[in-house]
């Protein structure tokens, strides 16, 4: 019985028990795949950059002028209808009015709307009311830092009034810095000497994006601002600088691969972050043009880069708030 049992289990397999045997390994793999795929929780895409604003209110606007396509009114919800290559669930707000009420405009528009999840305001450093201003505002939590402009960075670095950035640190709140390709050399040196504060270069510089080689001045101020570890640095506002050689702007990756690729070498995948600067972004392509450009190549890094890129980096830089219903919105 056992040598009848040995030759029966030494029997060739037939060629229909051999296509069975593989399609139940093949369903196997592709079941375990789908599970994998199943586990992987939604991509959270945090805006890091947008501008809100509502010129029919009685005050009007300071900003944008009128007589321009940004002039109307734009709300949280009008960045969820549009069309988007992967969808949007949360966004961190950069006041651009100088109006000091304004901040609490937009801290009264994001109460209700759980789609805001952080505020970046506009105050004056350097001046005597900034400490009341910051101290009021910070007690909401969404007010998460300000911007300023790098001319105003480098005046006070001058003067060496440095105090107003140091409050900002200890309100544990961060600072935005928007300025043209030289402007990474001034967060370079504030960077320096507050190294306590949170600092986030906006738009890679507003440098020119063009055909041609990056500049070396710009690359020189990037890798500057990236030696710091307490900078980090929008990946924003790629298609305006392109607009500004030819518009409509090109749409091949290989395009803006040179420029992405000074500062996510420089950076480093934990510290670019994702932003829209919607809707002065229109003036150069779609939302979701603008959004495919910069995801695909941070998916092309590395999986794991394309999380921290989308999310992770700005909760370490803005530390936004992740409200309740926010996703529902």
């Given at each position: 019985m056992n040598?009848?049992?040995e030759s029966r289990m030494e029997l060739p397999v037939t060629r229909r028990e051999w296509i069975k045997v593989s399609a139940a390994f093949a369903a196997a793999i592709s079941t375990q795949d789908l599970l994998a795929a199943k586990m992987d929780p939604p991509?959270?895409?945090?805006?890091?950059?947008?501008?809100?604003?509502?010129?029919?209110?009685?005050?009007?606007?300071?900003?944008?002028?009128?007589?321009?396509?940004?002039?109307?009114t734009v709300l949280p919800q009008n960045l969820r209808e549009l069309p988007q290559y992967r969808p949007v669930t949360g966004t961190v707000v950069v006041e651009a009015s100088p109006w000091?009420?304004?901040?609490?405009?937009?801290?009264?528009?994001?109460?209700?709307?759980?789609?805001?999840?952080g505020i970046v305001g506009n105050l004056n450093p350097g001046v005597p009311e900034f400490a009341e201003h910051a101290n009021r505002l910070a007690?909401?939590?969404?007010?998460?830092?300000?911007?300023?402009?790098?001319?105003?960075?480098?005046?006070l670095l001058m003067t060496g009034e440095l105090d107003d950035f140091r409050r900002l640190a200890d309100l544990d709140l961060s600072l935005d810095v928007n300025g043209g390709?030289?402007?990474?050399?001034?967060?370079?040196?504030?960077?320096?000497?507050?190294?306590?504060?949170?600092?986030?270069?906006?738009?890679?510089?507003?440098?020119?994006?063009?055909?041609?080689?990056?500049?070396?001045?710009?690359?020189?101020?990037i890798?500057?601002?990236?030696?710091?570890?307490?900078?980090?640095?929008?990946?924003?506002?790629?298609?305006?600088?392109?607009?500004?050689?030819?518009?409509?702007?090109?749409?091949?990756?290989?395009?803006?691969?040179?420029?992405?690729?000074?500062?996510?070498?420089?950076?480093?995948?934990?510290?670019?972050?994702?932003?829209?600067?919607?809707?002065?972004?229109?003036?150069?392509?779609?939302?979701?043009?603008?959004?495919q450009l910069s995801m695909?190549?941070?998916?092309?890094?590395?999986?794991?880069?394309?999380v921290k890129f989308c999310s992770v980096n700005a909760s370490k830089a803005y530390k936004w708030v992740d409200r309740p219903g926010r996703k529902a919105t």
């Amino acid at each position: 019985m056992n040598q009848i049992s040995e030759s029966r289990m030494e029997l060739p397999v037939t060629r229909r028990e051999w296509i069975k045997v593989s399609a139940a390994f093949a369903a196997a793999i592709s079941t375990q795949d789908l599970l994998a795929a199943k586990m992987d929780p939604p991509l959270e895409i945090i805006d890091c950059h947008t501008h809100f604003y509502d010129p029919s209110r009685a005050e009007g606007v300071p900003w944008p002028a009128k007589n321009t396509s940004l002039y109307r009114t734009v709300l949280p919800q009008n960045l969820r209808e549009l069309p988007q290559y992967r969808p949007v669930t949360g966004t961190v707000v950069v006041e651009a009015s100088p109006w000091v009420e304004d901040n609490q405009w937009l801290l009264d528009l994001a109460k209700d709307d759980p789609f805001v999840v952080g505020i970046v305001g506009n105050l004056n450093p350097g001046v005597p009311e900034f400490a009341e201003h910051a101290n009021r505002l910070a007690k909401n939590p969404l007010f998460r830092g300000i911007r300023v402009s790098s001319n105003r960075v480098n005046e006070l670095l001058m003067t060496g009034e440095l105090d107003d950035f140091r409050r900002l640190a200890d309100l544990d709140l961060s600072l935005d810095v928007n300025g043209g390709p030289d402007s990474p050399q001034s967060v370079a040196m504030l960077a320096q000497k507050v190294p306590q504060l949170r600092i986030v270069q906006n738009h890679i510089g507003n440098v020119v994006i063009s055909a041609d080689a990056p500049p070396e001045d710009w690359v020189s101020a990037i890798q500057a601002a990236a030696a710091c570890p307490n900078v980090f640095c929008k990946i924003s506002a790629l298609v305006e600088g392109a607009a500004r050689v030819q518009n409509p702007v090109p749409t091949e990756p290989d395009y803006y691969r040179p420029y992405i690729d000074v500062v996510w070498n420089a950076f480093g995948e934990d510290r670019v972050i994702y932003g829209s600067n919607w809707p002065v972004s229109e003036r150069g392509s779609s939302y979701a043009f603008l959004q495919q450009l910069s995801m695909d190549y941070a998916s092309s890094r590395s999986k794991s880069a394309l999380v921290k890129f989308c999310s992770v980096n700005a909760s370490k830089a803005y530390k936004w708030v992740d409200r309740p219903g926010r996703k529902a919105t």
